[in-house]
C-alpha cells in the first residue's frame, strides 16, 4: 500500500464536524469509485505533536502509485462532480502539507544481494 498523508489546519471559524462531512463527501466519492482504497481522519489528542505538522492528518491508501495518479488525474480534471467536493474541503484548511509513505519492507524485496 502506499499512503498519500495530508496535514492541515481548519481555516479561522470553521467548525470540525463542517470538515469531516465535506471530507468523508470527496474521498467517500473517491473510495466508492474505486480510485482508492481507504482513508482515514486523525486529530491531535491533548495538544500533543508537532504544530509545523497540523492538528488534522487525512492517510489516503492506495494499492500502488498507479492507483494514486489515476486517482490524481480524475481529481486534476477539474470537472463536476469531483471539483465541487474537492473545492468543499480545500476550500476549508489551512498551512496544507503532503507526503508519500508505502509499507515496509516491500513485499517483493530480496535479501543478500544489496551492495550498500
Given amino acids: 500500500m502506499d ?14 464536524d463542517q470538515f469531516v462531512a465535506a471530507l468523508d463527501a470527496y474521498l467517500g466519492a473517491l473510495k466508492s469509485s474505486g480510485r482508492i482504497e ?19 492528518q487525512i492517510l489516503i491508501e492506495t494499492k500502488n502509485l498507479a492507483q494514486l495518479d ?6 486534476s480534471t477539474r470537472n463536476e462532480p469531483v471539483e465541487g467536493k474537492h ?18 519492507p516491500d513485499p517483493h524485496r530480496q535479501h543478500g544481494e544489496e551492495r550498500f
Avoid at 505533536?49 to 488534522?56: P, S
Avoid at 489515476?70 to 481529481?75: D, H, N, P
Avoid at 484548511?93 to 507526503?99: L, T
Fill in 3 to 16: 499512503i498519500y498523508q495530508i496535514s492541515c489546519d481548519l481555516k479561522p471559524g470553521i467548525r470540525d
Fill in 38 to 56: 481507504s482513508w482515514r481522519l486523525l486529530r491531535r489528542k491533548l495538544g500533543l505533536g508537532i504544530a509545523a505538522l497540523g492538528e488534522f
Fill in 70 to 75: 489515476e486517482a490524481f488525474t480524475a481529481v
Fill in 87 to 104: 473545492y468543499g474541503v480545500n476550500s476549508l484548511v489551512q498551512n496544507f502539507q503532503a507526503a508519500l509513505y508505502r509499507d515496509f
